[in-house]
């Protein structure tokens, strides 16, 4: 079965920090992998998209790495603010509908 | 932000009635999803769409059924609603299913509440 695995479940960092969220996933014939940000009582936002050829991604302190011989990604954001505090749902599309990880709760305490 | 709009965006109903809720899109996508959000589980599909007409089942599909009819509008329909379908669900959208390149955009969300 084609499953998403995100941890920690929960992490919580002091401003300024820089830090590191994980994914696994079962199967390595993907097409890309997304990182989405989503605050509390709202919609996802799409951070970055990996496609299966790159290695990384890049938009201002978020990094995104893919690896798909291991089947992981990392997002990392650095200098972290408390404006950074959401979940972050990593998802891996195999087929046209994507794959979601339970997410990542992100708290960065000022 | 894609042109994706849900309605209702919040809904209360009571056990055994049916509700439909409805995705709009003005992007001219081919791919329209549902997913529902639920703690503990997070985002699932329910049924996707690759075309006029042409659906097809996901992980949770068992009391939901779907149509579409045009491009943009996707609808989710619970024939006949249960406490279990209480839930937060998400429309998106895609412009291709297989391509690499490809992102998929979501809507703003559908709290329904099952009473």
């Known amino acids: 079965k084609q499953e998403v695995t995100q941890i920690p479940a929960a992490l919580s960092v002091p401003e300024g920090e820089n830090l590191v969220l994980n994914c696994s996933f079962t199967?390595?014939?993907?097409?890309?992998l997304q990182w989405f940000r989503q605050d509390p009582g709202k919609g996802l936002t799409s951070l970055l998209l990996?496609?299966?050829?790159?290695r990384e991604q890049t938009s201002g302190r978020l990094n995104a790495s893919l690896d798909k011989s291991s089947g992981r990604s990392t997002l990392y954001i650095a200098a972290s603010q408390p404006g950074d505090s959401a979940t972050y749902l990593c998802?891996?599309?195999?087929?046209?509908?994507?794959?979601f990880g339970k997410g990542t709760r992100l708290s960065v305490i000022a | 932000d894609a042109g994706i709009t849900q309605s209702p965006r919040h809904k209360v109903t009571e056990t055994g009635t049916p509700v439909t809720l409805r995705c709009h899109q003005t992007?001219?996508?081919?791919?329209m999803y549902w997913y529902r959000q639920d703690p503990g589980h997070g985002l699932r599909l329910i049924h996707y769409?690759?075309?006029?007409?042409?659906?097809d089942k996901g992980e949770v599909s068992d009391g939901y059924s779907v149509s579409r009819s045009k491009t943009e509008d996707f609808l989710l329909t619970l024939e006949s609603a249960t406490s279990s379908q209480t839930s937060v669900y998400f429309c998106?959208?895609?412009?291709?299913?297989?391509?690499?390149?490809?992102?998929?955009?979501f809507g703003p969300g559908t709290r329904l509440t099952v009473l």
């Open positions: 998106a959208i895609s412009l291709a299913g297989g391509s690499s390149t490809d992102t998929q955009y």
């Open positions: 199967d390595s014939a993907i097409y890309n």
């Open positions: 990996i496609q299966s050829s790159q």
């Open positions: 998802a891996v599309r195999w087929s046209a509908p994507l794959v």
């Open positions: 992007e001219n996508h081919r791919y």
């Open positions: 769409s690759y075309g006029v007409k042409d659906t």
